[in-house]
């Protein structure tokens, strides 16, 4: 089992800046690809980036390119997503995930979740 705790969430004018944290616990950390998701309210969970077990790869969903970067520090058992030039559209509560395959985009592929932070941008 891997226990998973997001933190680092909460409120953000739009065009502020926020790093959100997994920290992760149980099982070797080293051994699973890292990823985030979010789910605004009436929408379905989406895929926003994924880091290798290893930190040198990472991919991050087309449309927050250039804005949020992912990156794990595999020392502290933990995933950072940082996010910049923050919008309204990007509240959601933002979930981490931890799975067997690098570069996985579906959230059926993650195996273990954590219980989510909530990030919400205002005007």
């Known amino acids: 089992q891997v226990q998973l705790v997001e933190s680092g969430g909460g409120l953000v004018q739009a065009g502020g800046s926020l790093r959100i944290s997994c920290a992760a616990s149980?099982?070797?950390?080293?051994?699973?690809?890292m990823a985030w998701f979010r789910q605004a309210p009436g929408k379905e969970r989406e895929f926003v980036a994924t880091v290798a077990w290893h930190g040198r790869i990472t991919y991050v969903a087309e449309f927050m390119k250039g804005r949020f970067t992912i990156s794990r520090d595999n020392a502290k058992s933990t995933v950072y997503l940082q996010m910049n030039s923050l919008e309204p559209v990007d509240t959601a509560v933002y979930y981490c995930?931890?799975?067997?395959?690098?570069?996985?985009?579906?959230?059926?592929?993650?195996?273990?979740w954590g219980q989510g932070t909530q990030v919400t941008v205002s005007l």
């Open positions: 995930a931890a799975g067997r395959v690098d570069g996985a985009r579906n959230q059926h592929e993650y195996d273990y």
């Open positions: 149980g099982r070797t950390f080293e051994n699973y690809a």
